[in-house]
């Protein structure tokens, strides 16, 4: 869960440059209490009521029936296309530091590499996966770590100033800034679709949330802050500065384990990125929405690798993106999946209000109406502070998603399907 909500703080480091490093730290410590805390309560919840395959796309279908259920897993999906392929590419990219001649056609066949490696570790399934990424995070952990101890150490500046970039527009400080957050703290609801998969959901789900959230800002807010106090460099920050950061706090060696930690981050976000995704497909398939080739399953290995190699597949077919020119047109189908996801919490309470649930989002109606209404209202923040290029782009991706309904709906009235209620969801 780690791996796939966080896996380090790389990949934010333009927002100190965009929105100002005081915007960038209010937004690391402020957002989680509109985003992901709340999202993670629900995911809690909802976990423990049904801890299917599908996760979040079976919780809106249960609670809003077939056409919302399908824009649930449809966009979340999609999503998954703009960001699976970014993830090798920025891998290769940093592999690139240290061998410049990897360009073009090698740059794209090492990124195709990494895809098919992590396909193949995910059809071997989800014990194996989980290992693997334990083993990742370490590596990751141990040189941000030190970059956390040294700057505090050589601590000399005020990192909440200037609080706003000067000279930059609205978008470029409320947009762009609050995109890459929101994409930072994004996910929380994303494990769900492998619950079938892990022991003793009810439990370990909420235990695990507990856990991450904490963990997660900590990760984000302790290096950037440290960082900024030492070097109160914040125009020269851009897409991996955390390694420069290393490098002249703590010398070349620390400099090289931060470029490794880099790397290691990448490939351990697309590993739980095609361990959440993919099952996405496999369930939708189950409910006769896609073709059942979907959901079949590996004869040794008992994981959907049908879904698995067709992800795969298309995240290699986009592996030349960057991640910047993606994220806000991300936000928009991540904003709608997490606020479908949210809105089911209130959904399957009103509907079915008898089932058991062994975890409660605490607070009663005013804690449930926190879960549902703070993400809302920071989707819509986020929404409208978008740049020229996802305010275009970023409804055309919704749109897909009902477009996309009716010849899926079709295919399901003439080859079947299970119903949308929680005992066959």
Known sequence: ????????????????????????????MLVPFFWCIPVSLVSAELTGVMPVAGG??????????????????????????LLGGVYAVLFTDYLGFWFPQITGGKHYLISLALIAAIAYLNVRGIQLVGKCAA???????????????????KWHHNPYLPLAAPHRS??????????????AYSGYEQLSTVAQEVESPQRTYPLALAMV???????YVLPTMASLGAL???????TGYFSQAARLLGGRQLGFWMTVAAMVTNLALLNSTVLSTTRMPAA????????????????????????????????????????????????????????LTVLSAWGLRRKYPDLPRSFVVPGGRMGLGYVVMAPVVMSVVAL????AFALHWGPVALALGPLAYFPASFYRRHHGGHSATPARC
């Open 135 to 153: 083993a990742l995070e370490t590596v990751v952990w141990l040189p941000v770590l030190a970059l956390v101890v040294i700057g505090c150490a």
């Open 384 to 387: 409208l502070g978008s740049d």
């Open 1 to 28: 869960m780690y791996s796939y909500t966080t896996g380090g703080p790389f990949g934010i480091e333009d927002a100190v440059t965009t929105s100002g490093p005081g915007m960038m730290l209010l937004y690391l």
């Open 284 to 339: 939708m398939a189950e409910d006769g929405y896609l073709p059942r080739k979907l959901n079949q399953l590996h004869p040794r290995f008992g994981t959907p690798s049908v879904a698995i190699i067709t992800s795969a597949i298309i995240y290699a077919l986009l592996a030349f993106q960057t991640l910047r020119g993606l994220i806000t047109i991300y936000i928009w189908l991540r904003s709608a999946t997490t606020v």
């Open 56 to 81: 979040f796309y079976r919780w809106t279908r249960a609670a809003f029936g077939d056409f919302w259920g399908f824009l649930a897993g449809c966009w979340n999906w999609l999503a998954s296309f």
């Open 213 to 219: 959230v904490p963990l997660s800002v900590a990760t």
């Open 232 to 238: 109160s460099n914040w125009r020269e920050w851009h």
């Open 170 to 183: 609205l978008f470029q400080v409320f947009g762009v800034g609050l995109a890459l957050v929101l994409w």
